[in-house]
């Protein structure tokens, strides 16, 4: 070796716990539970959709506005570009159960593009919403004619699936504190490509008790235990849910 070659120093690399190799990378960046974001930051279909004419309407709903009921016709497909929605279902013996709280940029209604003639839940707004509500054959059509479109939508249905079956195994084995805690997580984004919202608007217990699937006092008692911990907080604008409380899902 010459005078002037350069010395090269090997270094050790610090070694990859076992966990985080055994983890797949794009678990990583997700909470654990909620569906992995399928290519969010590059499907706009709001574009798309404002170059729609006929078969598209766009309507401004009030908080607590239905925008359609159980047992109606299913002949179209929603877009929520503004606002929120929450989907119900009720039992033959009248138990109303709420399936899920959909934030902006969601579908919703389409289970009519695969043959459902009536409506399988309820949708109402939870605070003041913009929706666009396109007729299905119009849907068909984009999809059929907008290869992008079709991929996204495609992306988003198949996300939103697997959110549904992580929301399954929480109600089968998580205690019902962790699903609490989970949920003010995805209401709040956290988990998501798109940028955290730690408000949550005001979303009564009740309607947190039937999502999770427990009582009302044991959501109130949850909610004072992770104020008390410092993970969320109260103020006029709603709850502020702060990145901490992941650690409520985390624990074992």
Do not use: W
């Amino acid at each position: 070796m010459s005078v002037n070659s350069p010395v090269i120093r090997k270094t050790r690399r610090k070694p990859t716990p076992i966990k985080q190799r055994l983890r797949p990378a794009a678990a990583q960046k997700s909470m654990p539970g909620d569906a992995l974001p399928v290519r969010a930051a590059a499907f706009d279909p709001s574009l798309l959709l404002k170059r729609l004419g006929a078969g598209k309407t766009s309507r401004e709903y009030k908080a607590g506005e239905s925008v359609f009921a159980q047992g109606d016709a299913a002949d179209a497909v929603f877009y929520l570009q503004s606002g929120k929605v929450k989907l119900t279902v009720v039992s033959k013996r009248g138990k109303e159960a709420v399936v899920a709280i959909l934030p902006p940029s969601s579908f919703f209604g389409e289970g009519c593009l695969a043959g459902q003639p009536l409506r399988m839940s309820t949708v109402g707004t939870v605070e003041r919403s913009t929706i666009i509500r396109v007729e299905k054959q119009v849907m068909v059509d984009m999809l059929r004619q907008e290869p992008e479109f079709a991929e996204g939508f495609l992306a988003y249905v198949l996300s939103r699936n697997i959110r549904m079956e992580a929301d399954l195994v929480d109600q089968l084995f998580n205690s019902s504190e962790k699903r609490l805690a989970r949920l003010l997580l995805l209401l709040a984004n956290f988990g998501h490509e798109s940028k955290p919202i730690p408000v949550i608007a005001k979303i009564s217990q009740e309607t947190l008790a039937e999502m999770i699937g427990t009582t009302r006092s044991r959501v109130s008692f949850f909610l004072n235990r992770f104020r008390d911990m410092g993970f969320i907080d109260y103020d006029g604008s709603g709850m502020h849910v702060h990145s901490s409380l992941v650690s409520v899902v985390l624990h074992d």
